[in-house]
């Protein structure tokens, strides 16, 4: 009898590739040898009683389990695996109970469901050992699966001829028997029952011992492989999980350098680089604000602040409460001249982050650019308490003691900046201007410094 082979699947996950499996099955096992669904039943058949047969006559039983396999569900939103009445369970119950060979077939990436995940009568199906399919590698993966069912169907195919042996050989006993009865005469057709019996009892005695052994070791076998299907599938699951882990970790290394290149690009004032390189950031992770809001301040550093604000209110799509992202967007609204808008959004950012102090310097650049001189210098003194190693917070709060006329703390916070920032050329060039207000003849040596770093120092 030639061995057959079921297709489960479930159309509303894996039609496509149930039909491919199915021609390409047909190639090797012949079509007579296949049964895939409903199609292949005769018409006016009880359909019930028709898939209970070929489940039954089937050698290997493939579930083809799709990427949505788990979650179809029917008309009232309920997961069809939990109807009691869905016919893709009820195939596999039946093959699983039934001992027959079961082989999942994981479609496309999709994964071997844990056993919660399953109903009572499936929960045996996370022991099978399932093999891989996908589109992209169809007649690779498909000739592997052939060969697995190749493997299955020889050791039928070798059982059945070890049976058929068995029995011609006892046929031809038989028949040697019967007919060295038939020359014997009739001693043993007139023998008593008694004479024939107790031997024909300690036969049967002799072979239950063997029988009850057979059936041991064959439950034992079928445990053993069990067991090393789910470890496998464990092994596999494990496995998977680390390199998924790896890959994300290589791509967040990637977009923590960009990033870091890209500040050292603003700080060169290579603002088109440093953009250029969070670009690069953002398509690696487009679901993180970080380089999106650090693009956005590279485009206010060029003083283009159109653009930094569709940068930042991309930002705060992806993540609402995030303070320098308002922070930003404050000195976007101040570049466009929109203060109210400005001092809104940054009195928000140190509401959402108190301890963030570019929020509190942004504020007082704001404040400084409307006059309020008491407001920006608080704002200034709050960012530095911060933040004690920025010189452009002492550059900035420098300008505003010199705006109110306290030219020593002026003085002494522009030191103050060059020391942290030797390069920063408005320090000298503001110190210049504090020094020459109060007649000091060094403040040329600063003028140099700060033409030399090739920034304009014009003293009225």
Request: charged residues 30%.
């Amino acid at each position: 009898m030639a061995a057959k082979i079921f297709i489960n699947y479930r159309r509303d996950d894996s039609t496509g590739t149930a039909g491919r499996l199915h021609d390409r099955l047909a190639q090797s096992f012949g079509r007579k040898n296949l049964f895939m669904d409903v199609d292949h039943i005769p018409p006016g058949v009880d359909f019930i009683n028709h898939l209970n047969a070929q489940v039954a006559g089937c050698d290997v039983f493939l579930v083809i389990i799709g990427p949505t396999w788990l979650e179809v569900s029917n008309e009232k939103g309920e997961r069809r695996l939990d109807d009691p009445g869905d016919f893709v369970a009820i195939e596999i119950a039946t093959a699983l109970a039934r001992n027959i060979r079961v082989i999942p077939v994981l479609v496309d990436g999709a994964r071997m469901p844990m056993a919660s995940e399953l109903p009572e009568s499936l929960k045996p199906l996370v022991r099978r050992q399932a093999i891989d399919v996908r589109n992209t590698h169809f007649g690779r993966d498909a000739e592997a699966l052939i060969e697995k069912i190749g493997e299955k169907l020889s050791d039928n195919c070798a059982t059945l001829s070890r049976w058929r042996v068995g029995a011609m050989a006892g046929a031809i006993a038989a028949l040697l028997i019967a007919g060295w009865i038939a020359l014997s005469g009739i001693v043993l057709l007139t023998s008593t029952p008694s004479t024939v019996q107790p031997d024909t009892r300690r036969e049967a005695e002799r072979e239950r011992p063997v029988a009850d052994e057979t059936e041991q070791d064959r439950k034992a076998k079928a445990e053993s492989e069990e067991r090393r299907n789910s470890e496998e599938a464990e092994r596999r699951r494990l496995a998977e999980e680390e390199e998924h882990k790896r890959a994300e970790e290589e791509v967040q290394a990637r977009y923590r350098a960009l990033v870091n290149q890209a500040e050292a690009d603003v700080k060169a004032r290579n603002y088109d680089k440093a953009i250029a390189n969070l670009s690069q950031a953002i398509d690696l992770d487009p679901k993180r604000a970080l380089a999106v809001n650090k693009r956005a301040g590279a485009y206010l550093k060029k003083g283009d602040n159109e653009r930094a604000l569709v940068d930042i209110n991309d930002a705060l799509r992806l993540d609402p409460n995030y303070a320098p992202a308002f922070s930003n967007r404050g000195l976007a609204y101040r570049g466009l001249g929109d203060t109210d808008r400005a001092l809104a959004d940054l009195n928000h950012a140190i509401r959402l982050d108190p301890d963030y102090a570019p929020a509190f310097y942004n504020r007082g650049l704001v404040y400084r650019s409307i006059g309020d001189r008491d407001r920006a210098l608080a704002s200034f003194n709050e960012a530095i308490r911060l933040d004690p190693n920025s010189a452009s917070f002492f550059n900035d709060r420098g300008l505003a003691y010199m705006n109110r006329g306290y030219i020593e703390r002026a003085i002494a916070d522009f030191d103050q900046a060059i020391r942290l920032n030797p390069t920063l050329a408005r320090a000298f060039c503001n110190r210049a201007m504090a020094k020459l207000s109060i007649k000091d003849a060094s403040s040329r040596a600063d003028i140099a410094k700060a033409r030399q770093l090739s920034v304009p120092c014009t003293i009225p």
